[in-house]
């Protein structure tokens, strides 16, 4: 088991796709009307807590969604992530709190909280601390958001000799246990549906797909990049005597990162109590 690590880099790069790809999932959540109707009553701040925050950027994106005043409990285990959340603007109060989510998890007010939120998490937890998740939640009736887990695919456009293997292996190396319990993966939101409903849960999705397209811009080439590189390595890691050719694949992919549209499967997910 190794803890889960991310850079702010990389969480930089993945923010503007990350935030296109929600407001496309947002029109079909109906998530603005939605959040208006689980409101909190006039005078009440909405009190959210985000798991595995990061920088913050799903606070960034959604903040300007809840109407009126708001108190964000801030969660990471990275103290270097913590510190690099910027102030929140006028009527937003952030709280930041380093906590390892496996040991700690019901330790979170969750009784004072309107909404529970994460992005990009889902995927890197188990089964079991998924389950943990949902009664925590059921347990004080709060909402939940949890954006962009990713859902298994990949469309390359065009394809490459390699695309399929590199892909397998790579969902292979995203089940490794990040220090949440052998990870879910693609099936993450498989997972999480039924639990929510079992639970007593009203629950929508939508899809929330990267759309990267190495023709329209640098930042798209650079998350393009990142993710070729990023996918060759754990593949690398997954299958060492299959290196040369995984190798291959990535100097092929990184080749024709100008003329290739990468389109990234993610699923959002808005549930409150029934
Ligand atoms: C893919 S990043 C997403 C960050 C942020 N939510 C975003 O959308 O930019 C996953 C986050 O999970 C955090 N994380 C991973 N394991 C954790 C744990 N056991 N306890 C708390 N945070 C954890 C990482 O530090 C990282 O910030």
Redesign the pocket.
Known sequence: MS????SADW?GL??PF?AAARSRAAARLQLDARLAALRPATGTPWRVI??????G??QRWLSPRLPGPQQWLM????DA?LRRIPEPGEGVDVVRQR????ASLETLPWHAAHLVT????LD?VGEAWLHRLVAACARHRVALLMS?SVDGRHRWTPEAPGDGEVGLLFAAHQRRD???GAALGAKAVATLLPALRHAGYQVRQARSDWMVDGRRHTTDRHLMGSLIDGMADAAVEQAPERTDALRGWQSRRGELVAQTRLRVGHVDVLAWPG
Do not use: I, P, Q, Y
């Open positions: 803890s889960a690590t991310f969480l993945r923010e990350d985000d798991l595995a925050c990061g920088t950027a799903n969660v990471d285990h990275d992530l906590l390892d989510l496996m994460a992005s990009a998490l890197l962009l990040k220090g949440l």
